[in-house]
């Protein structure tokens, strides 16, 4: 079992539809991290969180430390938003490296 | 600022040669990681230099391997490449901060031929 878990995998969903992405993790973590991938490769980092809510634009991210889940929403979904979402969690504990879920790949159709 | 920059863009080899795929952090960084994403794979970590030293390795042949500058650039090298080494490779880096918080650039994408 992989210790980040994303899911759904693949997700199509039409123009100004809420899009929700989760991730599950198995590992202790001190941080998680929310990036897009588009086309080619280039990686954003969305958020970094390591508790509570943030929020920037249409982007909302929640952790729940306790219950060991993240949850990506988009509101008011748009072709530009279709790319690839990575979870990823980071344990400060002498590791120092990113454990990335498999991705969600998001498909925003006009 | 300029982000994280890698080069090259794209590197075509041939199974045997030697791969040297460079990575500059942004300004004022000292952590510079290294990921592989190999087509229909995620992420996978590679190698985290901080200081100038190796501090941690991910599950990878030691046919891969880097080294940082004093100017806290860095070069990942992979020597006796294969076909399964064709990938897209990321660099990112970090500050010392509370946070760590890693900063990605566009990747190389490495294609074994």
């Known amino acids: 079992k992989n210790e980040v878990e994303q899911s759904p995998q693949n997700l199509t969903a039409q123009e100004g539809e809420f899009i929700t992405i989760n991730c599950s993790y198995s590992?202790?973590?001190?941080?998680l991290h929310w990036l897009q991938q588009h086309p080619g490769g280039g990686i954003v980092s969305l958020f970094m969180?390591?508790?509570g809510k943030k929020k920037h634009g249409r982007l909302i991210a929640t952790i729940n430390i306790q219950e060991k889940h993240s949850s990506l929403h988009i509101t008011a979904s748009h072709p530009r938003d279709s790319a690839v979402y990575i979870c990823?969690?980071?344990?400060?504990?002498?590791?120092?490296?990113?454990?990335f879920g498999q991705g969600t790949r998001l498909t925003i159709n006009p | 600022e300029a982000g994280v920059t890698q080069s090259p863009t794209h590197l075509i080899k041939t199974r045997g040669q030697q791969a040297t795929l460079r990575c500059s952090p942004i300004?004022?960084?000292?952590?510079v990681y290294w990921y592989q994403q190999a087509l229909g794979l995620g992420l996978q970590f590679l190698l985290w230099?901080?200081?100038?030293?190796?501090?941690n390795r991910g599950n990878f042949p030691p046919r891969f391997s880097g080294r940082q500058f004093p100017n806290y650039s860095s070069e990942l090298n992979v020597n006796a490449l294969e076909l399964e080494d064709s990938a897209l490779y990321l660099c990112?880096?970090?500050?010392?901060?509370?946070?760590?918080?890693?900063?990605f650039g566009d990747g190389t994408r490495l294609s074994i031929l």
């Open positions: 990112a880096s970090s500050g010392r901060t509370r946070t760590w918080t890693q900063h």
């Open positions: 590992v202790g973590i001190s941080a």
């Open positions: 969180l390591s508790s």
């Open positions: 990823a969690v980071l344990n400060f504990q002498g590791a120092q490296k990113l454990v």
């Open positions: 300004s004022g960084h000292t952590s």
């Open positions: 230099y901080d200081e100038g030293e190796e501090r």
